[in-house]
């Protein structure tokens, strides 16, 4: 009962503060990238205090990669991830499910933002296209950031990853850094939300170049050494 309140909570303030940030989006955009993206920020930075107030939720990063531009691959058990990686990362451009992007004004934001959108069912041309975009992402000197199954998946579950994921890594040319989280155990996909402590444990940065059953056998792999066994 304790848990199902404490998550109430959380989305009552989240929320109710999101919508402040979300109305303050296109006001911020007026000003440039450097505005829209400290916006962001702010909103990110209430999601993470909100969530260590309402819920007991903190975050560790292990291994950082040194400084540099990489294409991330990221486990996804919850939208915690999306708000922490985004901050932790600078800035990288995110790969989301073109559902996210038709959210009003939300969606007008992300594309602002610079994120690359893409259908789940991706044709060769909307592939294509997300390659397109990966590139430019790559020549503004920011990072790519996607979360390579596709859609959030429960704790435990290690599905193949999409075509994507291979496409963008031979495009880009960029070493990849696999980044396992086990944010399922606090925060699963149904029920209530759990206090403690969510761990992103950075891989070391595969080479560019790899055949794609090598890269996508790496990266599955390491994308999921904190999943339960």
């Excluded at 486990?75 to 009003?104: C, N, S, W, Y």
Aim: aromatic content about 10%.
């Amino acid at each position: 009962m304790i848990a199902w309140v404490r998550t109430a909570i959380f989305a009552l303030l989240f929320y109710g503060g999101s919508v402040l940030f979300v109305l303050a989006t296109p006001i911020s955009a007026l000003f440039g990238q450097r505005a829209l993206v400290a916006n962001v920020h702010g909103w990110i930075r209430w999601h993470r205090l909100v969530a260590w107030l309402s819920l007991g939720i903190t975050c560790r990063f292990e291994n950082r990669p040194p400084p540099g531009q990489y294409f991330y691959a990221a486990k996804h058990h919850a939208m915690l991830e999306t708000f922490e990686l985004a901050l932790e990362l600078g800035d990288p451009v995110i790969v989301i499910k073109r559902e996210l992007a038709q959210i009003p004004l939300w969606g007008w934001a992300a594309r602002r933002y610079g994120m690359i959108v893409v259908d789940r069912d991706a044709s060769a041309p909307a592939l294509r296209q997300m390659i397109r975009e990966a590139k430019e992402a790559l020549a503004s000197g920011r990072s790519v950031l996607i979360f390579p199954e596709g859609t959030r998946v429960p704790t435990g579950a290690m599905p193949p990853l999409k075509s994507g994921f291979a496409g963008i890594y031979r495009a880009l040319g960029l070493p990849v850094v696999p980044i396992a989280i086990d944010s399922g155990v606090v925060w699963p996909r149904t029920g209530p939300k759990r206090g403690g402590v969510v761990t992103f444990r950075f891989a070391d940065p595969e080479p560019p170049g790899l055949l794609r059953p090598e890269i996508e056998a790496r990266t599955h792999d390491a994308i999921n050494v904190l999943e339960p066994r």
